[in-house]
């Protein structure tokens, strides 16, 4: 998805007449999913280790711009059979962002939703949903506001994996934390942040993440050599407050489990620059403050701080699955140059000399 924005239309004729005679559905699977009259057409697989050329991004380009007119095409046809204008998308293609946000803008759909899990993860989530409301016939009342369904940490436990791992931190008011890492940001340091209870689906939506600050037009490249040694083309998102996102992006509506990649809207592009990908898009994260309200907060103070109400949001993790505990956010955190470390209400920063902005004078300013 990401790559396919730095390729063109080379194979996308070809793409778009692939058949079964293409592909093995039925006997290989993943194992080998592409028949010798593929690997004619297009070429031989790329391993691990080799180059990405721009054959690859090309194939990407083909691969993408196919799946969005296939979208558009189903869509439409659904659009015309059902009166209403709200959509729900779900299916591993449903966290194809850029797809998502074509959809919404290229046709007549006021709205779109995607759950946060809406590959094969939902699935246990959806056969229990089914049961309680099939089988047992209970009410439909319960609504996914947010994506906060996993195993939290209680202050004891965070203490001792900190105390365990020999860093030094202490611990601040709500307040003073959002105070001092909102600072951090500004400052351009990369923050660690782990709160509450994890993410359910394949993204970090504020409680398992890595925050950066979008203005500095140099910090994908350093959070990539820095931290996430991931591959160039890949872009970072942007949280921002929800009440502001049409502000900075073509969208109109919520977006809290990231899953459309709007255009950024002109004027906006050099303000955020390490927020916008290489098509002028971004996949975005809004945040409210009803459904995460210390990162609602963080991105507040920020905001009060710069005139910017958007920071970058990536995983907490580094090449492996993302953080769940509290003892693994510190080995992530000591295996990486990020500069700081946020783990509930406890801080701890790589600066021996860093001073904590925990004054009464300083935090009644900023307010």
């Known amino acids: 998805m990401a790559l396919a924005a730095t390729g063109d239309q080379t194979y996308t004729k070809k793409f778009r007449e692939l058949g079964r005679d293409y592909i ?41 711009s196919t799946i969005e ?55 246990p989530f959806g056969s229990a949903l089914w049961h309680y409301h ?21 202050e004891f436990e965070i203490a001792e994996a900190l105390r365990r791992s020999g860093l030094t931190y202490k611990r601040l008011t709500k307040q003073e934390l959002t105070h001092q890492v909102a600072k951090d940001l500004a400052a351009g340091r990369i923050i660690g942040w782990f709160q509450g209870s994890s993410e359910g689906g394949p993204r970090a939506l504020g409680n398992r993440s890595i925050l950066a600050d979008a203005r500095d037009v140099g910090m994908k490249d350093r959070l990539n050599s820095r931290v996430k040694l991931r591959a160039w083309f890949r872009p970072f998102a942007p949280a921002i407050l929800e009440e502001r996102v049409s502000e900075f992006f073509e969208i109109s509506q919520a977006d809290p489990f990231m899953t459309m990649a709007p255009r950024v809207r002109a004027g906006k592009t050099d303000v955020i620059p390490a927020a916008v990908h290489s098509d002028g898009t971004a996949r975005i994260q809004t945040v409210s403050r009803r459904t995460n309200p210390s990162l609602y907060a963080l991105i507040k103070r920020f905001a009060n701080l710069t005139g910017v109400p958007v920071i970058l949001n990536t995983s907490f993790n580094r090449r492996e699955p993302i953080v769940q505990t509290p003892d693994e956010a510190v080995s992530c955190y000591l295996r990486t140059q990020m500069d700081a470390l946020v783990v509930g209400n406890f801080y701890s920063c790589r600066e021996k000399q860093h001073l904590l902005a925990s004054d009464a004078g300083e935090l009644q300013a900023a307010e």
């Open 24 to 64: 093995s559905y039925d006997t290989h699977g993943l194992n080998k999913p592409f028949k010798n009259r593929f690997i004619e057409a297009f070429g031989p697989r790329r391993e691990k280790d080799d180059p990405i050329t721009q054959r690859h991004c090309d194939l990407a380009f083909a691969l993408q």
């Open 69 to 123: 007119e296939t979208a558009l095409h189903v869509v439409r046809a659904l659009s015309k059979r059902h009166k209403s204008r709200n959509l729900c998308l779900t299916g591993g293609v449903a966290l194809n962002c850029v797809s998502n946000a074509r959809v919404l803008r290229d046709t007549d759909y006021d709205s779109i939703w995607v759950p946060p899990c809406a590959s094969d993860s939902g699935a």
């Open 134 to 154: 099939q089988t047992l016939g209970r009410q439909r009342t319960y609504q996914l506001t947010h994506a906060f369904h996993g195993i939290g940490y209680n």
